[in-house]
């Protein structure tokens, strides 16, 4: 299959940083298409730029292109059968990890200094674990998801992408004019273990937090495993009022009308108790956040998969539940000492992305 990083490139001017911004954020003048043939069949130019652009578009930012994603941000490999497959830069062979693959590989590969990806179970920071970038998942309601084609508009967000901290930094001044990184980084942070972790990322994760020199106690998170679960049905449930208006229309992949498909079987009962699972979980969180200022796993508990895996495994069992609360997350690389390197993801209270930056500044420091 060819390799696309972009799905359009453009030739735009400026003398700001260079932004590549993932195919589902409307861009003015160019046909947003969500990575999905249907889509861009029908798609006309967008009239307007998405709210979430105005910032990038004051700083004068050079717009490099719409990049490429899993078909309408309904997976976490980031392959792609209508638009080609990102190629991971860490290794082709392996996943970019989806669905803001492009982003990524447009970070890694220096096609653009920040990205824009949107994360509903995963889709910022699960791509960067793949390539070995950073990226940051809002908290939801944070940045407009106006112009933005939905997946699951309660779980979905927009946030920036990048090879490092200081590009997510410029990437979320971008996005919201004025963010200011938080003068005093966390030092208490509550490690998780994310069950069945490969031994070398969690050594990885491990090694990084106290070669940071932080203040780091082992929590236990009863409701991880059930808020999984619920976002989930929450996010299929809600795809498919957002996307079943595609099925049966040439250009739909096989992979995605069947997730979407998913929907039709979700009981409004099933939806319901979600639903209350979601405020029990941001309760359990927000004690968690009463006993420590940051919580610290894995973003994968695996290493990314071969593009030609037979057997598609669950990537995000590690970013999910951290949607269904709605808190900020940041997923970050971290050196294991073999080939590819780990990702560490620090999760913080609703609206604390200047905190989780300033902490994320002390580990990269520490590690690199």
């Known amino acids: 299959m060819r390799v696309t990083t972009f799905i359009t490139r453009l030739e735009s001017s400026g003398t700001?940083?260079?932004?590549?911004?993932?195919?589902?954020?409307?861009?003015?003048?160019?046909?947003?298409?969500?990575?999905?043939?249907?889509?861009?069949?029908?798609?006309?130019?967008?009239?307007?730029?998405?709210?979430c652009m105005a910032g990038a578009r004051e700083a004068d930012a050079r717009i490099v292109g719409k990049a490429n994603l899993h078909e309408?941000?309904?997976?976490?490999?980031?392959?792609?059968?209508?638009?080609?497959?990102?190629?991971?830069?860490?290794?082709?062979?392996?996943?970019?990890?989806?669905?803001?693959?492009?982003?990524?590989?447009?970070?890694?590969?220096?096609?653009?200094?920040?990205?824009?990806?949107?994360?509903?179970?995963?889709?910022?920071r699960i791509p960067s674990a793949c390539c070995g970038t950073a990226g940051l998942k809002t908290t939801h309601g944070r940045i407009s998801l106006e112009g933005v084609w939905p997946?699951?508009?309660?779980?979905?967000?927009?946030?920036?992408?990048?090879?490092?901290?200081a590009g997510l930094v410029v990437g979320m001044q971008l996005l919201e004019p004025g963010f200011e990184v938080a003068r005093v980084a966390p030092t208490t942070v509550g490690r998780f273990r994310l069950p069945n972790t490969d031994p070398e990322i969690d050594a990885a994760v491990d090694r990084a937090l106290a070669t940071a020199e932080l203040d780091v106690v082992d929590i236990d998170l009863p409701g991880w495993t059930k808020a999984f679960t619920d976002n989930g049905i929450i996010l299929i449930a809600e795809a498919w009022k957002a996307d079943s208006r595609l099925l049966g229309k040439e250009g739909l992949g096989e992979q995605v009308a069947t997730r979407i498909e998913l929907g039709r079987g979700i009981a409004a009962e099933n939806v319901e108790q979600a639903e209350e699972g979601r405020k029990a979980w941001r309760h359990e969180l927000a004690q968690a956040f009463e006993r420590v200022e940051v919580i610290a796993l894995p973003t994968m508990p695996m290493f990314?998969?071969?593009?030609?895996?037979?057997?598609?495994?669950?990537?995000?069992?590690?970013?999910?539940?951290?949607?269904?609360?709605?808190?900020?997350?940041?997923?970050?690389?971290?050196?294991?000492?073999?080939?590819?390197?780990?990702?560490?993801?620090?999760?913080?209270?609703?609206?604390?992305?200047?905190?989780?930056?300033?902490l994320g500044r002390v580990v990269e420091a520490a590690v690199s």
Not at 345 to 351: A, D, K, R, S, Y
């Open 72 to 124: 309408l941000a309904f997976g976490a490999t980031g392959v792609n059968v209508w638009y080609g497959t990102p190629e991971n830069p860490l290794d082709p062979s392996l996943v970019p990890g989806g669905s803001s693959s492009g982003s990524a590989v447009a970070v890694a590969t220096e096609d653009a200094d920040v990205a824009y990806g949107s994360d509903t179970g995963g889709s910022v």
């Open 304 to 358: 990314p998969i071969p593009v030609d895996s037979a057997q598609e495994f669950d990537l995000t069992t590690g970013t999910g539940s951290v949607n269904l609360s709605g808190n900020p997350a940041l997923a970050l690389p971290v050196p294991t000492g073999g080939r590819l390197p780990a990702s560490l993801q620090l999760v913080g209270p609703h609206n604390r992305e200047d905190a989780l930056l300033a």
């Open 16 to 51: 700001g940083p260079r932004l590549a911004v993932k195919d589902l954020i409307d861009v003015e003048g160019v046909p947003t298409t969500a990575g999905c043939r249907a889509v861009a069949n029908a798609a006309a130019p967008a009239e307007k730029d998405a709210p």
């Open 151 to 165: 997946l699951a508009s309660s779980l979905d967000t927009v946030g920036p992408m990048a090879r490092d901290v």
